[in-house]
């Protein structure tokens, strides 16, 4: 059974940077996309970063410059460094993945695999 466990949240000042781990256990074939989502009170869940098996990375504007993802070979890990926080960055982050789409989606649809999510509080 896949499970996908987020760490690294917490609260950090404007201005300030927090790096989020995903813990990947129990694949037993090649994961295609790999992403960061995330959804603030009242929002919709929105990507915040997408990674290819390749390595070719895929962010949204308000990410661009700021976030950066990465995944180990193995894919026992999806890591997300960001920089730069501001208030509208505070939501519950999910890590996700999927099985057969090699890229992930903008609303997380189609995605397969899901972590519970980790909570990221920018204080202005």
């Known amino acids: 059974q896949v499970q996908l466990v987020e760490s690294g949240g917490g609260l950090v000042q404007a201005g300030g940077s927090l790096r989020l781990s995903c813990a990947v256990s129990?694949?037993?074939?090649?994961?295609?996309?790999m992403a960061w989502y995330r959804q603030a009170p009242g929002k919709e869940r929105e990507l915040v970063a997408g990674?290819?098996?390749?390595?070719?990375?895929d962010y949204p504007e308000f990410a661009r410059g700021r976030f950066i993802i990465s995944r180990d070979r193995a894919d026992n890990t999806l890591t997300l460094q960001m920089n730069d926080l501001n208030s509208d960055d505070t939501a519950v982050y999910y890590c996700?993945?999927?099985?057969?789409?090699?890229?992930?989606?903008?609303?997380?649809?189609?995605?397969?695999?899901w972590g519970k999510g980790t909570l990221v509080t920018v204080s202005s």
């Open positions: 990674i290819m098996r390749g390595q070719s990375v």
């Open positions: 996700s993945a999927a099985r057969y789409r090699n890229k992930a989606t903008l609303d997380g649809n189609g995605m397969d695999y």
């Open positions: 129990g694949v037993r074939f090649q994961l295609q996309a």
